[in-house]
Each structure stands twice: as structure tokens, then as C-alpha cells.
């Protein structure tokens, strides 16, 4: 076959493929049509086709989100025959229903990913297809098996084009899928086993964010029936960056997966507040899980030093004697504050029933009690109906909200931390909530725990509600019930009126458990939600509190960390996984580490290894996959915007995106200066020029970086910043240059 024949020959395949993709989204929209069309049907049908239509939706978003590059590999068989590889699976639409593409998760398609011509795999030959929309523009073929003779004009004699290829394209301020180019290194994270805890190590660029991306994906199609029902939560760094990331999983036809940063994990409150470094690692601190302990007992207080209650025209006296021994009565149950509130009550009311039965029932004579059983009881429910009872109750063993608890310690932390810890993490009730105070927030919910019968009364009221409406649609569809019946078809008369089949109470009972909300929905506005897998990206930067909440959302331990502890910028941040996981699964989890850095080129990443190595002589970066032949650059200057203004107009891309990352505090000043820039806490990482500061900076990529005042950044925040750019770096500086800058470059 020639050339172009080879081309050809593709085409005709893929647009089999599509026409296959058009039918089958045919099918889908105008099932979902029908479907919503069909009105006013009974109810059990109603249920069905909300299902019906959820379903529906989701293949059809697959089937839209994979319309870019449905196909994309081709492995031929030595023993002849060939499959195609792609983002989804296909079938004929035949009796036989052959499969006519391959998933890439599936064992078929793993060769196109691990076959080597030492170790090929049954495999003769291995194509890359690169498709622009749906047209085939070029092919990429590697030889695995060396006695082959067969060519067909597109050979890549190192392999590794398209690979390159992808490196080097114009960035979009989206991260892209890697599915077409998996390294085998990465294959095999991806495919790792879903349980237990697997920690993949790397430095920058070695794609473990990408590695954790499809790993989700493959794990969500080879355990779909566990982890669509118990839904896959990812956690990133910030907003910024998970807004970078968000399209890789809808991009191989994966939604099911809940994206948060750990300041979005307790329902109902959203962090807006920042910490200094000094509170965010004091609140990240293992200790403040016994610190907030203390903080809920002291809520149960004692009468100072009697709380007189009148009962009856009499006064009863509960002093701190009583109280005391409810009070550990009550905490030798070790229920959680609000559960054993009900235990607390239960003891006061029986102190201050035998203080009345004492004072009634004492027989003159000989000091017995005159009472029987039913007085006392009578005595005791008098005594319920007392509010003056409740209010020393409330007094003293206060209902308490996560919020309340942690607002009312953070305004006063003194005494239960050293003065230094407690001035550090001090602040007014009325502020904001800080990323560091929703671990705070999850530890308080579980010392309080749920006041079961609040939450009764709660689901109560909201069953009598449910049982109303249920009632009104009952009678909605008891009024069509004649019509349905009279209908002439045969097959419509069987049909039964939901009134046949259910009453208001059972109806309202299964809308309860047909909730149909996707897994990540619920799981998102649910604090108690056990994820059937969590993924860590910069897993090095969590504190002790919050992996303690992330532990909770994972009951049986089925997690995947990735991170760089060389990158490590957060003060709370644990920074050795032993110290990180040992609480939890002791050392039952495995390790392994990325090595090859596809992001930074060579000479970038010298520059970047020389600041680390400044402080540990013995550091190993990864190594790089390309270099470009382009040198970073280093340059004083007296005038630091103007500077900036002119190196971005130097480094900004034909194509692609350019980072200016600066200290925050000259953000104002060089914007100024920067038109058309985006910044800010959210900074909209599609515009060609953006400015960071260098936290914000962590994870993204950018076809060129401009660092500014590097001497003001610690070496970890430096190495990410000098690591983010896939083609070209400068260095601006007015003050102090660390000097493994000023020795790697000489400026002009
Ligand atoms: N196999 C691959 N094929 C194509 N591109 C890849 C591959 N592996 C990684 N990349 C690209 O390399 C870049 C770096 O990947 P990624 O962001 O996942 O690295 P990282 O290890 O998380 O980096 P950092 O720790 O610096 O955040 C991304 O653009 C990613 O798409």
C-alpha cells in the first residue's frame, strides 16, 4: 500500500467509526425525547424514565466529549488480524455486535501502551493515528517485530514522535488527556490494583497529575458497578487548579468524579478567608483533634456554684456537687457531645425528681418515702414540662453546631495552646472560613456527632412534607386513572394507576431511595459520604487534620497519593508519607516513583536542580525527555514593571501561554503595567498572559514563565516556579539572587 493509501485506508475506518458514534447518538437524543415527552404518565413509569433519561444523558455526554479524537492507535497482531484502539468502546450494531474499537482501558488495548520490540507482546506493528476533528492527518507506525519486512511509509524509527509532538504543542490553559502517548512507567500506575494505598512519587512535570487523572478513569471503567454507586473524589491543591484539570475526565468520557480542594469538603461552607502561614500550620497540627476535645468538654460546665430553679412555687437547687456526677455519668458513655446531650438530661431530670420526691415524699415518722412509682413518674414529667429545667440543661450541656464550636474556640484559643500557637490562629467570630478550618469543622461534627432526635424530628417533618405531596400526585393521577382505563389498546388498559400499586406512604419511601442525583452529587453534599477511592494531588502539602478528614471519607483505605515532597510549600504540610499514612495503615502500603520529566526541558531543569542542590547537595531531579536548545535567562534591573512589561512582550507566545509569577505583593504594581493580564485568586487560566504568585503556581504549565524576585521565595516555591514553563524561562531580579541562579546563567 502507499503512502497516502495507508491514509486512506484509516479514514475509511474512522468514518465507520463516526458514522457508528452519529447512529448510536441518534438513538440516545431521541430516546431522551421520547421519553420526556411523554407527560403525564403514571408514576411508576415516571421513575423509570428519569432513570432512563439520566443514562441516556450520560452516554450521550461520553459520546460528546470523545467526538475530538475518537480513535487514536492501531496494534496488527503477529498472528494477524488488528484492533484499533480509542477513548471509548464500540460495537457493531449486529446480531454479532463485534467489537469494531477498543477501549483504552481494556487488557486488549494494554500492548499498544507496553509492547517494546525487546518485548513485543504478540505485537508486529504499533500506529499512532493523530486526527484533527474527524480527519486523519497523519500516522505513526513503529516496528516491534524486527523480521518483519512490511513498511508502510510512516515509519517513527525512535518511537517517540508523537509524543514529542504533544509536548511541544501551544498550551491552552487546559490540561490535555495523555491517552494516546501513556508511557509504559505510567500504565502501570494506572492499572495498579484500586485497593489499599498506593503513594507515586515524582518531581515535576513526571505527569503525576495526568497518571492520577486516568487512573480514576480506568479504575471507574474497570470497577464501574462499586465506583459509580460510591463515586471517586479527587482532591487538588486550589481552585485555579482544578479548574486546570477539570476537562481531562469528561474528555475520555468520564463525569462520575467528584473534583475538591479540601476547603470544599464540609457541606454548606465555603472557604473564603485566608491563614497566615504561622495559624494555617498551627490548625493543621495533629494535637488540635485533642485541643478541640477539650474545647467541647469545657462546653459542659458546672453551676457556679448553684443554678436555682423554681419548681411549683419551690426553689431546687442543682449545685456543682449534682451536676458533677451527671456530668460523668454522662461522659463514661462516650458518646459524642450532642448524642449523649439526651443521657445528660435523662440524669439532671432523675437528680432534681428525687430532690422533689425527698422534699414531698418524706414520711415525718420514720423518714421513708410515702411515694409509689406512678407519683414519681408523674414528678418527673412535671418536671419535663418545666422551662426553667431546660434552660439549665441548655446552660450546662449546651446543643452545639460544628460552626459554633470552632468560631468560639478560634475567638478565644488561649489556654488550650501555648501563647505563641494561640495568638497565631486568634480571630473574631465574623470572619471568613479558612481552608485550614474545615479540617477544624469535620473534627468538631465528630466529637459533636448528630443529636439523633433532632435529626428524627428533622427527617420527620420532612416525611410528613414528602407524604403530603406524595398524597397530592396520588390524587393527580387517581383523576387520569378513568382515562387510562377506558383507553381501547389492550396493552394501555393493564396499565395500573399508581393508586393500584402504592400509597402515599410507600411512594414517599421510594422517592427516598430514588434519588437520582449522580453518586459525586450526593457525595458532595454529604459530610459522612465513604468514597469508593480518593486521589491526592500534591498530597505532600496536607496537614495532619486534613488527611484526618480525608481518612473519614475513606473507610476501607482504597486511595492513590501523588506528590513531591522537593515541592513540599505549605508549613502544615507533612512532608514523609511514613509520617502521613503510619496512623492509619501502618505500613501497609506501597510506593513508586516517577523518573522522567516530560514538562521542563534540560536546560530549564539544570537551572531549577541548582537551587535545590544549594541547600540538599544530594538532590536527584528527574530527568528530562527533551531539551530545546534554548537557555534560560537571568537579568538584573533598576526598573522592575517596566522590566516585566518588556519581557513578556519578549517571551509571550505566537501560541500558547505565558506565567509572570511574582510575590503577591507586586501584583497591583506590574498588572498595571500588563494589559490584558488576568490575576487574582481565581485567575482565568485560558488568557495568554497570566500572573501568579508562586503558590497559585503549582501544577499548571505555561509555554514560557517569567520569575520575578526569585530571592523572595523559599527554595521549594522557587523549584515550582522555575518548573512550570515547556519551552522557555527568565529570571528578573532588582534584590538579592540565590546564587545557584547567578552561577547556572550569565544574562546578557
Ligand atoms: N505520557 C505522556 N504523554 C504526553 N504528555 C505527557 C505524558 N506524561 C506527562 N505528560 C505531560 O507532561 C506535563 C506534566 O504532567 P503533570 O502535570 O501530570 O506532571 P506532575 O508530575 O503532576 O507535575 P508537577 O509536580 O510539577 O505538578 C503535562 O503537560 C502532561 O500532559
Redesign the pocket.
Known sequence: MSNSDEIRGEQEFIDGLYARVDALRGDTESGVTDALGQGNTPMQARLERDILVAERSGLLGALNAVDGSLCFGRIDLTAGGNHHIGRIGLRTDDAERTPILIDWRAAVARPFYLATGHTPMGLRRRRHITTSERAVTALHDEILDLGDQERTGHEDPTGDAV?LA??NTARTGR??D?V????AE?DEIIRAPHRGVLVVE??????????ALHRAAYLLYEHRELLAKRAVLIVGPNPAFLGYIAEVLPSLGETGVLLATVGELFPGVRAKGADSREAAAVKGRADMADVLADAVRDWQSLPDPVIAIEHDREILMLDDGLVSVARERTRAAGLPHNVAREYFEGHILNTLTDMVAERIGTDPFDGGNLLDPSDITQIRDDLAENPEVWAAIDQLWPRLTPQRLVSDFLADPVGYLPDEDAAAIRRPTTRDWTVADVPLLDEAAELLGVDERLARARADRARETQVAYAQGVLDVSYASRTYEFEDKDAEDSEVLSAHDIIDAERFAERQEEDDHRSAAERAAADRTWAFGHIIV??AQELSPMAWRLLMRRSPTRSMTL?G?PA?TAEAAGVGSWHKILEPYVADRWSHTR?GVN??TPAEIMDLAAAVVRAEHPDFEPPSSVRSTGVRPWVRATDDLPGAVAKAVEELTPAEGRLAVIAPRNLHRRLAARLDGVTAGTEPDLTRTVVLLDPRQA????FDSVLVVEPGRYGTSDLY?AL??A?QRLGVLHTGRLPKALADGVSGP
Open positions: 509524543l504533544a509536548l490540561m490535555n495523555i494516546q502517548t501513556i508511557q505510567q515524582g518531581g515535576p512535570g513526571t505527569g503525576k497529575t495526568a497518571v494531588d500534591e501523588v513531591d515541592q516517577l516530560y514538562r503549582k501544577g499548571l504549565e515550582v518548573t512550570r515547556t
